[in-house]
């Protein structure tokens, strides 16, 4: 396995006790809910969420009979929507195997390889591109681990063209990361620090300095690696500067480790030391599971110091971690370091009984890279105490794995060696021909010279010519390139403005969909509330306008929110806002409480206090419960009222809003009043931010609140889906092409 794949260490944090407790609960409310559904649908639907909750080992309790119902479901279905969703769910659960098959102790790349495959094809059937793009990649880790390079390489491409087409940075420098890394462990620098300087760009364009600094530190190791001392002392210095900036002690120590190991990779030990044990101060006392990793890389950093007593006191720490984590893997490597430091030490017979212990948890894990340097060791230990029988043996499984890994090479070296024999043999046989056809008297052979140093002397004068014309050229393609060289900077110049201009407005379109992931679906909401609408229209590209839906029994919480500012502050703020307001439902059906838990949340997000240099950000909202049995709503408001239009009546009735802010200055304490609504069938409620009633005519006349009422009242007799229609067509011949100064979102249900 390539170095670069397996320097992340063991650094699995603990999760706090509470969450296993509710994610108890969440499996028993589960497993009620599948006793009681009636549809096959539901059932799967609960089965793959019961696999998302439970515990990993019960992972195909919950994946087979997804899988069957998924099937059956599919043979009765020929409708491409729901074959669409079944087909995704049914790759969900062959999602559930593979996380199943790949855990440490039931470790199984096989069929970890099978069932990734299987979920991919169903992901390329239903175009889900980004799955697919992550499958590919996924496979790729697997062939590595397995140690087919070729095919590594070979889905790490596909997964990146696919990245690239959806314009996913995220994807596009971890793959990039990815495939340096394969070719940094082939020893194939230039393509490697190719990928790697695409990585870097990515993640400046991200902003992600976590990364950018671990890709300044994996590229100057390169440069070190090259003996190009100064550039490597220049970018490694840079990563560790950046990585100061980290706050977080935990992913501090992570970056440090990280560095550790590629300053290690560069044959930098000193440096490497330094990091590793930063990394260990950070962690002490915080974090035990990841204490093992760390141990076994100081280990090694010892020992290629030969400071074999170090080396061996790391590893033997390791191994106690390993043993009490039951990981194997970091068993066998702590193993395998001691067996090497021992031998340094030519304590052969220690060596030879922790290499001993190593060999069955390699031949366990199953990976040819791993159980190659395992048998490596083996035969040297055996070797040591003079057991030639068993080193004969090891050697023997070491050559063939190492033979198995370079299988292509081997291959392509045979290949070449097959044509140079079949180019002799010919070669021989037109010689033998030669002698007996060409035998000449002594006036031939005379005649062959003379034509012979004649065609020598047009050759040689030929030459010359071909030398003169030769410099000639040389002489005007240095002009035209001096000219060429001019023109391109100053195209270069342009096309550098152009790609930061197209940067720029790639990210906020990718902004968009990120925000409008995040806001409800509307066929969820039509679902619930079939006479109801969402006109929702951003000033700009992302908006500062949200719309919040949700569904606890019997209640449908629904809600428009006005964020401070529109465009990209805006969208920053919606989506803040809207995380705070799922958590405050989460907690609470009482629309008052959910208000003042919204409060909280927003001035604890952006640390809201009474000094000048707190942000004064907050926002607007008008948010109601609807209790579909009894039709009773209850509505809560922060400086946005409620509009009821009752069935038959030619007048908007207005419930006013509670005159304060969610954030900003608003007190922490702040009580935002409930009123409850008694609505009858045909009945409507509105609820809107400021932008509908906001919008200028090309006269410059403003709409207004009263005249937005009036249209109301006025498609009263419309459908609410129609009524949509009719607002937003009115919006639009009212502006005349005028453009938006505020974000629009109008809200309708009717009972």
Same mark, same amino acid.
């Given at each position: 396995?390539?170095?670069?794949?397996? /320097?992340?260490?063991?650094?699995?944090?603990?999760?706090?006790?509470? &969450?296993?407790?509710?994610?108890?609960?969440?499996?028993?409310?589960?497993?009620?809910?599948?006793?009681?559904?009636?549809?096959?649908?539901?059932?799967?639907?609960?089965?793959? @969420?019961?696999?998302?909750?439970?515990?990993?080992?019960?992972?195909?309790?919950?994946?087979?009979?997804?899988?069957?119902?998924?099937?059956?479901?599919?043979? $009765?279905?020929?409708?491409?929507?729901?074959?669409?969703?079944?087909?995704?769910?049914?790759?969900?659960?062959?999602?559930?195997? %593979?996380?199943?098959?790949?855990?440490?102790?039931?470790?199984?790349?096989?069929?970890?390889?099978?069932?990734?495959?299987?979920?991919?094809?169903?992901?390329?059937?239903?175009?889900?591109?980004?799955?697919?793009?992550?499958?590919?990649? /996924?496979?790729?880790?697997?062939?590595?681990?397995?140690?087919?390079?070729? @095919?590594?390489?070979?889905?790490?491409?596909?997964?990146?063209?696919?990245?690239?087409?959806?314009?996913?940075?995220?994807?596009?420098?971890?793959?990039?990361?990815?495939?340096?890394?394969?070719?940094?462990?082939?020893?194939?620098?230039?393509?490697?620090?190719?990928? &790697?300087?695409?990585?870097?760009?990515?993640?400046?364009?991200?902003?992600?300095?976590?990364?950018?600094?671990?890709?300044?530190?994996?590229?100057?190791?390169?440069?070190?690696?090259?003996?190009?001392?100064?550039?490597?002392?220049?970018?490694?210095?840079?990563?560790?500067?950046?990585?100061?900036?980290?706050?977080?002690?935990?992913?501090?120590?992570?970056?440090?480790?990280? /560095?550790?190991?590629?300053?290690?990779?560069?044959?930098?030990?000193?440096?490497?030391?330094?990091?590793?044990?930063?990394?260990?101060?950070?962690?002490?006392?915080?974090?035990?599971?990841?204490?093992?990793?760390?141990?076994?890389?100081?280990?090694?950093?010892? %020992?290629?110091?030969?400071?074999?007593?170090?080396?061996?006191?790391?590893?033997?720490?390791?191994?106690? *971690?390993?043993?009490?984590?039951?990981?194997?893997?970091?068993?066998?490597?702590?193993?395998?370091?001691?067996?090497?430091?021992?031998?340094?030490?030519?304590?052969?017979? #220690?060596?030879? !009984?922790?290499?001993?212990?190593?060999?069955?948890?390699?031949?366990?894990?199953?990976?040819?890279?791993?159980?190659?340097?395992?048998?490596?060791? *083996?035969?040297?230990?055996?070797?040591?105490?003079?057991?030639?029988?068993?080193?004969?043996?090891?050697?023997?499984?070491?050559?063939?794995?190492?033979?198995?890994?370079?299988?292509?090479?081997?291959?392509?070296?045979?290949?070449?060696?097959?044509?140079? #024999?079949?180019?002799? @043999?010919?070669?021989?046989?037109?010689?033998?021909?030669?002698?007996?056809?060409?035998?000449?008297?002594?006036?031939?052979?005379?005649?062959?010279?003379?034509?012979?140093?004649?065609?020598?002397?047009?050759?040689?004068?030929?030459?010359?010519?071909?030398?003169?014309?030769?410099?000639?050229?040389?002489?005007?393609?240095?002009?035209?390139?001096?000219?060429?060289?001019?023109?391109?900077?100053?195209?270069?110049?342009?096309?550098?403005?152009?790609?930061?201009?197209?940067?720029?407005?790639?990210?906020?379109?990718?902004?968009?969909?990120? $925000?409008?992931?995040?806001?409800?679906?509307?066929?969820?909401?039509?679902?619930?509330?079939?006479?109801?609408?969402?006109?929702? @229209?951003?000033?700009?590209?992302?908006?500062?306008?949200?719309?919040?839906?949700?569904?606890?029994?019997?209640?449908?919480?629904?809600?428009?929110?006005?964020?401070?500012?529109?465009?990209?502050?805006?969208? &920053?703020?919606?989506?803040?806002?809207?995380?705070?307001? #799922?958590?405050?439902?989460?907690?609470?059906?009482?629309?008052? #409480?959910?208000?003042?838990?919204?409060?909280?949340?927003?001035?604890?997000?952006?640390? $809201?206090?009474?000094?000048?240099?707190?942000?004064?950000?907050?926002?607007?909202?008008?948010?109601?419960?609807?209790?579909?049995?009894?039709?009773?709503?209850?509505?809560?408001?922060?400086?946005?009222?409620?509009?009821?239009?009752?069935?038959?009546?030619?007048?908007?009735?207005?419930? =006013?809003?509670?005159?304060?802010?969610?954030?900003?200055?608003?007190?922490?304490?702040?009580?935002?009043?409930?009123?409850?609504?008694?609505?009858?069938?045909?009945?409507?409620?509105?609820?809107?931010?400021?932008?509908?009633?906001?919008?200028?005519?090309?006269?410059? =006349?403003?709409?207004?609140?009263?005249?937005?009422?009036?249209?109301?009242?006025?498609?009263? !007799?419309?459908?609410?889906?129609?009524?949509?229609?009719?607002?937003?067509?009115?919006?639009?011949?009212?502006?005349?092409?005028?453009? $938006?100064? !505020?974000?629009?979102?109008?809200?309708?249900?009717?009972?």
């Amino acid at each position: 396995m390539h170095s670069m794949k397996h /320097f992340l260490f063991a650094f699995g944090f603990l999760y706090c006790s509470f &969450f296993s407790f509710s994610q108890q609960n969440k499996i028993d409310s589960l497993q009620k809910l599948l006793q009681k559904a009636k549809h096959d649908t539901t059932r799967l639907h609960l089965y793959l @969420k019961l696999g998302e909750f439970c515990d990993t080992k019960d992972n195909l309790k919950y994946a087979e009979p997804a899988l069957q119902l998924a099937d059956k479901l599919l043979s $009765q279905t020929k409708d491409k929507t729901q074959r669409k969703i079944l087909l995704a769910r049914k790759a969900g659960a062959y999602d559930l195997c %593979f996380i199943y098959y790949n855990e440490d102790e039931t470790k199984n790349l096989n069929k970890v390889i099978e069932y990734k495959e299987k979920a991919l094809e169903l992901y390329k059937e239903i175009d889900n591109k980004k799955e697919v793009a992550g499958n590919l990649q /996924f496979l790729g880790e697997c062939y590595g681990a397995l140690g087919n390079y070729l @095919k590594e390489l070979d889905f790490f491409k596909k997964s990146l063209i696919i990245s690239e087409e959806l314009k996913d940075q995220g994807a596009i420098a971890g793959i990039n990361f990815s495939i340096g890394s394969v070719y940094f462990s082939q020893k194939d620098t230039i393509l490697a620090l190719s990928h &790697f300087e695409k990585s870097l760009e990515a993640f400046k364009n991200l902003r992600d300095s976590s990364k950018m600094a671990i890709l300044l530190v994996k590229i100057g190791s390169i440069y070190e690696w090259k003996k190009k001392h100064s550039k490597a002392n220049t970018l490694i210095n840079e990563g560790l500067d950046l990585i100061k900036t980290e706050k977080n002690h935990l992913r501090l120590a992570m970056s440090y480790s990280f /560095f550790g190991q590629m300053l290690m990779d560069a044959k930098l030990y000193d440096k490497a030391l330094e990091n590793f044990n930063v990394s260990y101060e950070l962690i002490k006392g915080h974090d035990t599971a990841s204490f093992g990793g760390l141990f076994n890389a100081l280990g090694k950093c010892y %020992f290629w110091t030969d400071n074999f007593t170090k080396a061996i006191e790391y590893y033997n720490r390791a191994l106690k *971690m390993a043993q009490l984590q039951k990981n194997e893997s970091m068993e066998a490597q702590s193993l395998i370091g001691l067996a090497n430091a021992y031998l340094k030490l030519h304590k052969n017979k #220690e060596a030879a !009984d922790y290499a001993r212990r190593a060999l069955p948890l390699r031949k366990k894990e199953g990976l040819p890279v791993g159980l190659m340097y395992a048998e490596k060791i *083996m035969f040297r230990a055996d070797s040591s105490i003079g057991d030639f029988k068993g080193a004969f043996e090891h050697l023997s499984n070491y050559i063939i794995l190492r033979d198995k890994l370079n299988g292509d090479d081997v291959r392509k070296e045979g290949l070449k060696q097959k044509f140079k #024999e079949d180019f002799d @043999k010919e070669k021989e046989e037109a010689r033998l021909i030669q002698e007996k056809k060409d035998i000449f008297d002594l006036e031939e052979k005379k005649k062959q010279r003379i034509i012979l140093f004649s065609v020598i002397g047009g050759l040689l004068l030929l030459l010359a010519f071909s030398v003169f014309v030769l410099r000639n050229l040389r002489t005007t393609r240095k002009q035209k390139q001096i000219i060429e060289l001019k023109s391109k900077e100053t195209e270069e110049q342009k096309i550098i403005i152009e790609e930061k201009n197209k940067d720029i407005t790639d990210s906020i379109n990718y902004a968009k969909r990120i $925000q409008q992931a995040k806001l409800p679906r509307k066929e969820e909401i039509y679902t619930a509330l079939p006479q109801s609408f969402v006109l929702f @229209k951003p000033k700009d590209i992302v908006s500062g306008d949200f719309y919040f839906f949700a569904k606890k029994g019997s209640l449908i919480f629904i809600a428009a929110a006005d964020c401070t500012g529109h465009g990209v502050p805006g969208a &920053f703020m919606s989506m803040i806002g809207s995380e705070r307001l #799922e958590d405050a439902v989460a907690n609470s059906n009482d629309t008052s #409480e959910i208000l003042q838990l919204l409060n909280k949340g927003i001035k604890t997000s952006l640390r $809201q206090s009474d000094s000048d240099e707190s942000t004064r950000d907050g926002m607007d909202i008008a948010l109601c419960s609807v209790d579909t049995k009894t039709n009773l709503v209850k509505y809560a408001g922060a400086n946005r009222p409620i509009w009821l239009i009752r069935k038959g009546q030619t007048e908007v009735e207005e419930i =006013k809003a509670t005159k304060k802010a969610i954030g900003g200055l608003t007190e922490d304490a702040q009580y935002f009043d409930t009123h409850e609504i008694q609505l009858e069938q045909g009945d409507s409620f509105y609820i809107t931010t400021d932008g509908y009633a906001d919008l200028f005519s090309r006269d410059d =006349k403003k709409l207004t609140t009263k005249k937005f009422k009036q249209i109301l009242l006025e498609i009263q !007799d419309k459908p609410m889906q129609e009524q949509e229609k009719q607002l937003s067509d009115f919006a639009e011949n009212w502006s005349n092409g005028i453009e $938006q100064i !505020d974000d629009i979102l109008v809200i309708g249900v009717r009972l």
